[in-house]
């Protein structure tokens, strides 16, 4: 079985401020991890991905995000937050052998000017 | 670039009636999903596709039924509506396995009376 966790509902940042949105994960397997965003009334956008290498990944829009395997935790991350960042975030997760994603519930930013 | 279109965007639906919600997708995808998303819950999959002819149960499957006669479509059936499938539905694609991201059509907002 797989499963995310975004243990943080909402995070609400001021704008120029980083921001971190949180992720853990569980899976038998390799991970692959993703990241999408949603915004009002839409569908999710692709933001960025883990499969292998590198464990800091650079993904659209300047975030990026840390694959930690020890702690079981890829949290998304931003140096300086946009107002326009404000939006529904989503982690996923599936096994390398696999190809279904299994969702986090999400995560709300908020991103005050 | 269409991408994954669906229809309708929003519809309206008694205890007991039926209806289809369209999907298609112009990328020559060979993977397509069905997902619900409630709120707080993140995306359920419901039905999932790895190519035409060839469909599978997801999380939730039970009160829909699928089919994929050609690459481009996957419609979700519903019958019998229940007030439990008031949800928002979103369908996706990927290429083989997702390694590079699923692209989601914009929702279909259905509700329950």
């Known amino acids: 079985a797989q499963s995310v966790a975004q243990p943080e509902d909402q995070v609400n940042v001021a704008e120029g401020n980083p921001l971190t949105v949180k992720c853990t994960y569980s899976?038998?397997?390799?991970?692959?991890l993703f990241w999408y965003v949603q915004y009002p009334n839409r569908g999710l956008q692709f933001l960025l991905k883990?499969?292998?290498?590198?464990?800091l990944v650079k993904g659209s829009y300047g975030f990026e995000a840390e694959f930690n395997k020890s702690q079981t935790s890829f949290h998304l991350k931003k140096p300086s937050a946009l107002v326009s960042d404000s939006a529904l975030y989503f982690c996923?997760?599936?096994?390398?052998?696999?190809?279904?994603?299994?969702f986090g519930a999400g995560t709300t930013v908020t991103v005050r000017a | 670039n269409a991408g994954v279109t669906q229809t309708p965007k929003f519809r309206i639906l008694k205890i007991g009636q039926s209806m289809t919600l369209q999907c298609t997708q112009d990328?020559?995808?060979?993977?397509m999903y069905w997902y619900r998303q409630d709120p707080g819950m993140g995306l359920k999959l419901i039905y999932y596709?790895?190519?035409?002819?060839?469909?599978d149960k997801g999380e939730v499957p039970n009160g829909y039924n699928v089919s994929r006669s050609t690459t481009e479509d996957f419609p979700l059936r519903l019958e019998l509506a229940a007030p439990s499938q008031t949800s928002v539905y979103f369908c996706a694609s990927s290429r083989n396995r997702g390694d590079y991201g699923y692209t989601f059509g914009s929702g279909t907002r259905l509700t329950v009376v």
């Open positions: 883990y499969i292998t290498g590198d464990n």
């Open positions: 996923a997760v599936r096994v390398s052998i696999d190809y279904k994603l299994s």
């Open positions: 899976v038998s397997g390799n991970p692959y």
């Open positions: 990328m020559n995808h060979n993977y």
């Open positions: 596709s790895v190519g035409a002819g060839i469909t």
